[in-house]
């Protein structure tokens, strides 16, 4: 094999000796040249060898696809591994993977070993733990699969149960709902049994993201049997672990749970990034990730929470939904002007940078007209309703739907692209008794490589007592 890695020719690196010898942050850059010799360089193999031992960044360049394809395969079976960011164009980016901070590390080594156990390349020897579920995304990921996955890590952690976790986006009861969710962008996903379908349940996860487990379900595991909660399915698995999840507090698992279940395939990041140069292009004044002046996102959870049947049903009024823009942006403000340190000095006599995302049309119709922030948005690919109209309209309001079903994979795109923006902000104002704010909270922070965002969420559930701590350097 001609180039290998070079772990002493990243320049930066030199620079921050001294840094790196007193974090143990190591830093490894590839140069992956023309390599006449022997055709198409390994690229996946190079990024193996630049990451052993405790390096925790690393750089690859490459022509896009390649690096793009080589980094899926490198990042599959390790979680601890992320994506952070590319530059340059399709003929010679440079893409950079960052490692979890160290205090995470070993937890995602565990995670590793039973998700991707090396001795189960064949799925019918792999045992794995099986959740289903249709729900939309903020229901499916983060209240039953997350529960699911909760559960898992206490039975691993105490007892002798060593199995994958495999959550499967798809119910066989039902017409799932999320169908939608992966059309046009995935092509038309069918694995319903009703159809038998060839296609794996699998497909449909890893039609955006990367797989969760090298454990896949087949067709032929696919059907009526697998409901109700988790299942565990076929043969032992014979790792030794020592006190494995120990210490991990609730914070740590949910950012856990959501790098394991939101990796972006090569396919996803890079329309993802298509879309952010495009966005950025006519936001000018949005800072990068980490870095620029401060910002902070708000996420205004309206919409079905505030009709009649889920005011009553889950008293949402005493969960905080019923709150104007003004009231969360006051807070955002708050928020920003307390911590001047994590605000921008040379920006305290321009308005405040912020990111709205919701499902009322209303809110952004007053939002546009504020004068005391610039507000961006990312456009949903599905106009959204508003809940004047749909307390306007007599025979919708016994209802108990405000149309999200409607929803497609240019949603979805939109959704990523927005946490990916909103990522850049160290502030977070929503209600997190909606899942959905919960998926773009963790999403914010799983793009940050596991650092937290500072919270504030209207209702009766307090994200703030449950900060992760594994993820600070
Ligand atoms: C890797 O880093 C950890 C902590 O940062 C340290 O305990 C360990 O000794 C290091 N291993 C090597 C091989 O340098
Ligand atoms: C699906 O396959 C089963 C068994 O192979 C068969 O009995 C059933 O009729 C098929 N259903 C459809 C809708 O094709
Ligand atoms: C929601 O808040 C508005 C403004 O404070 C108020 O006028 C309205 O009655 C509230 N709605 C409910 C159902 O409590």
Redesign the pocket.
């Given at each position: 094999m001609a180039a290998i890695g070079h772990p002493a020719s990243c320049l930066s690196c030199a620079l921050l000796l001294q840094l790196l010898m007193t974090h143990?942050l190591f830093c490894a850059a590839l140069r992956l040249g023309d390599s006449p010799h022997d055709g198409e360089p390994d690229y996946a193999g190079q990024l193996r060898a630049a990451t052993a031992?405790?390096v925790t960044r690393t750089v690859v360049t490459g022509p896009l696809k390649k690096i793009s394809e080589a980094i899926d395969e490198f990042l599959i079976p390790r979680v601890e591994w992320r994506f952070s960011h590319c530059s340059g164009n399709w003929r010679k980016s440079k893409c950079v993977l960052l490692r979890v901070p160290?205090k995470a590390f070993r937890h995602f080594l565990t995670l590793d070993s039973l998700q991707f156990p090396a001795d189960a390349k064949d799925p019918n020897r792999c045992r794995a733990t099986v959740m289903t579920s249709s729900g939309w995304v903020g229901q499916a990921t983060q209240e039953e699969f997350y529960f699911g996955f909760e559960q898992w890590v206490s039975e691993v952690r105490d007892s002798h149960k060593r199995t994958a976790f495999l959550p499967v986006w798809s119910d066989p009861r039902l017409d799932s709902h999320p169908a939608e969710y992966f059309s046009p962008f995935c092509g038309e996903v069918d694995v319903s049994p009703m159809t038998n379908s060839t296609v794996s349940p699998m497909t449909r996860q890893e039609c955006f993201f990367l797989p969760t487990s090298s454990c896949t379900m087949d067709t032929a595991h696919w059907g009526k049997s697998l409901v109700n909660g988790n299942v565990d399915m076929a043969v032992p698995f014979r790792h030794r672990l020592s006190k494995p999840f120990d210490g991990l507090g609730v914070g740590d698992l949910h950012v856990m749970w959501q790098m394991l279940f939101f990796r972006q395939n090569a396919r996803t990041r890079n329309e993802i990034a298509r879309r952010e140069a495009e966005w950025r292009s006519k936001n000018q004044a949005w800072p990068a990730s980490g870095t620029g002046p401060a910002c902070a996102a708000i996420h205004v959870r309206h919409g079905d929470k505030l009709t009649p049947f889920w005011i009553r049903e889950h008293d949402t009024i005493a969960g905080g939904f019923n709150k104007s823009f003004d009231d969360y942006l006051d807070v955002a403000l708050k928020m920003m002007e307390d911590k001047p340190q994590l605000t921008d000095a040379s920006r305290s006599k321009k308005l405040p940078l912020i990111f709205l995302m919701t499902d009322d049309a209303d809110i952004i119709a007053v939002a546009k007209g504020s004068r005391r922030a610039i507000i961006h948005t990312v456009p949903p690919s599905t106009p959204l309703n508003s809940l004047s109209d749909f307390y306007k309209d007599k025979d919708s309001i016994g209802s108990s739907d405000f149309g999200y079903s409607a929803a497609t994979s240019g949603d979805m795109l939109s959704w990523l692209l927005s946490i990916r923006l909103m990522s850049a902000c160290n502030f977070f104002v929503g209600n997190t008794e909606s899942s959905f704010s919960r998926f773009l909270y963790y999403g914010m922070c799983e793009q940050r490589n596991g650092r937290c965002p500072r919270i504030f969420s209207f209702g009766r559930r307090h994200e703030q007592d449950d900060m992760p701590t594994m993820f600070e350097e």
């Open positions: 143990h031992g405790n160290d």
